[in-house]
């Protein structure tokens, strides 16, 4: 049956969406305990003796990994995407300045390239000391002029590249390669050292060659092989297929890596596809798959699955370069018309899925659940919600219809159940949507250059602090403002939010920003994501128990497999 079929099939707002919509489509130190926030670093660190090896005594060397995860990216440059396409696969290519440590399910931040740092009393200056005898797989020696080359793209893109991540480098004032392997960072003004040293960490936050970037200059979205300093490169990779990966014979880090090569294949998340290749034995580990599989691979000897959190909105975008969503009283109403929980039961056998407003709503910034519950657009009756999108609908001249929406939906099985979901709930307030679902290319390509109505898709942030995500994702001209929203007050509180070092302060400035977005959305948030892992025990080298999103822990360099 396609999406059109089942559209006209005519689901009841209610009993059908909540019931049977699923079914149609299918040397080291301690970080707080919260997720993705780094606490307790020190100052001054010497890891000069530090090397990162397995969790697990006597790990066996070679073997290939079958793993079956999204690889269909819009394009090959990891710091400009903001899809798993890219950076799951990608990942092990490279390194980072520095990185969270995948012994402990990346609660940790440990050296990388980077060994040793020391921080200025200050907050204002990060001196980061690099390691001697790294060589990109191309064999170009690496230097502190490709920590400079690097950062100084994420923090301050050239024109026609866009990084989702520059946000986090924004109180970067000066980035300066002190000497061959000594890397300074200097701040306008002082951030926390837990943002800043887990804005490095990040997983997207890559380090690529200066000699890489000036020959493309500096965009590579067009560059399969990009040379990297990480476990890993690239073998061959055919399209919607398989990305190959041998190991790198020459990696710095002595004994790593203990595969011979990872296979990647290109399996949807959360799709039938993915779930039947790890219960059938075909991948050795599948991220992302679906909670039918999840559970039934909790009744299978030899198999393990992990929930954890994931860095990641799925949402509707509302162009507001578009008549009628130019006005916010529009934008409002449609906040209302969606029912959360209902989208997130339509898809509960697919997407392992949470409501939420416009903040993590497992971040110790979120409004929490039992009062989020009673405003307009999350309760569970519609009725009072209806009812004012209405009256707002009415009082910006849209009571009558609207013309049919150019509705854009990811091609993903929960978004295209998503996306039959919204219709009905729309189309029984008089506003039809034409559903046009496409690829990542075409969903990433279309959305940011406004072609669309309504988009309903994933975007990712790196950190849980609002200061990256709201950067990114809200303020005007941010690098994943898909919406094209505009809102003064909403940037001034942004830059006290940014600055303010008082938890309760910031926390009430977050709060004003909340009731603002609430008001006039920036996008329709339709839910929060969990992922689900399921791999057989013989993949051994890995702790997924407390990720904070899967894009952190992505370089595969202590894994190995437990078998002959």
Not at 219 to 246: A, C, Q, S
Not at 458 to 469: G, K, T
Not at 523 to 545: S, T
Request: contains cysteine; neutral net charge; aromatic residues 12%.
């Amino acid at each position: 049956m396609s999406d059109q079929d089942l559209a006209r099939a005519g689901w009841s707002r209610r009993g059908m969406l909540r019931g049977g919509a699923a079914t149609a489509v299918m040397g080291a130190y301690g970080l707080a305990p919260r997720h993705g926030l780094a606490a307790d670093i020190p100052y001054e660190y010497d890891g000069s003796k530090f090397q990162m090896a397995a969790p697990e005594p006597n790990p066996k060397r070679g073997g290939v990994l079958r793993y079956g995860i999204l690889n269909r990216p819009p394009h090959f440059d990891v710091h400009q995407s903001g899809t798993v396409g890219n950076i799951g696969t990608q990942g092990c290519m490279f390194d980072n300045l520095i990185r969270r440590d995948p012994r402990d399910s990346g609660q940790t931040i440990v050296p990388d390239l980077a060994h040793s740092w020391e921080i200025a009393k200050d907050g204002k200056t990060y001196t980061f000391h690099l390691r001697q005898g790294v060589t990109f797989h191309d064999g170009t020696d690496f230097t502190s002029a490709d920590i400079k080359a690097t950062f100084d793209r994420i923090a301050k893109p050239p024109p026609g590249v866009s990084i989702p991540r520059s946000a986090l480098f924004t109180a970067v004032s000066e980035i300066n390669a002190r000497d061959k392997y000594t890397v300074e960072f200097k701040l306008a003004a002082p951030r926390s050292v837990n943002f800043m040293m887990s804005a490095f960490a990040s997983g997207w936050n890559v380090i690529f060659s200066k000699k890489t970037l000036e020959e493309n200059n500096y965009n590579l979205r067009n560059v399969l092989y990009i040379p990297g300093t990480g476990p890993y490169k690239t073998r061959r990779r055919v399209e919607n297929e398989i990305w190959v990966m041998d190991k790198n014979p020459n990696y710095w880090n002595k004994g790593l890596p203990y595969l011979d090569g990872i296979e990647f294949y290109n399996l949807l998340p959360f799709s039938p596809e993915l779930g039947s290749s790890i219960l059938s034995g075909r991948v050795d580990y599948a991220r992302a798959v679906d909670p039918v599989t999840a559970r039934k691979a909790a009744t299978i000897a030899g198999l393990s699955t992990q929930k954890f959190y994931q860095s990641v909105i799925h949402a509707t975008w509302v162009n507001a370069k578009r008549p009628p969503f130019d006005d916010p009283r529009v934008r409002r109403a449609m906040h209302l018309i969606f029912e959360k929980q209902v989208l997130v039961d339509v898809v509960k056998d697919v997407s392992p899925l949470m409501m939420g407003g416009f903040i993590y709503p497992f971040s110790e910034f979120a409004t929490p659940k039992d009062q989020l519950v009673k405003r307009l657009g999350y309760q569970d009756d519609p009725a009072a919600a209806i009812k004012e999108a209405k009256s707002l609908l009415a009082a910006a001249g849209q009571s009558g219809g609207m013309r049919p929406l150019d509705f854009v939906v990811r091609d993903l099985a929960h978004h295209k159940l998503f996306g039959l979901a919204i219709q009905e709930m729309l189309r029984a307030e008089n506003i039809l949507c034409n559903l046009r679902t496409v690829v990542e290319s075409v969903w990433f390509g279309d959305v940011a250059a406004g072609n669309y109505d309504l988009a309903v898709g994933a975007i990712v942030s790196s950190l849980l602090d609002p200061s990256d995500y709201f950067n990114a994702w809200y303020r005007t001209g941010g690098p994943q403002d898909y919406s094209f929203w505009h809102d003064a007050a909403f940037d001034t509180l942004l830059d006290q939010i940014d600055t303010e070092v008082d938890a309760a302060k910031r926390l009430a400035l977050i709060r004003r920003a909340e009731d603002i977005m609430e008001q006039n959305p920036p996008l329709v948030p339709v839910a929060w994501e969990n992922i689900l892992d399921v791999w057989y025990n013989y993949v051994k080298g890995h702790n997924p128990r407390k990720y904070f999103g899967i894009y952190d822990v992505v370089r595969f360099d202590t894994f190995w497999l437990d078998k002959a």
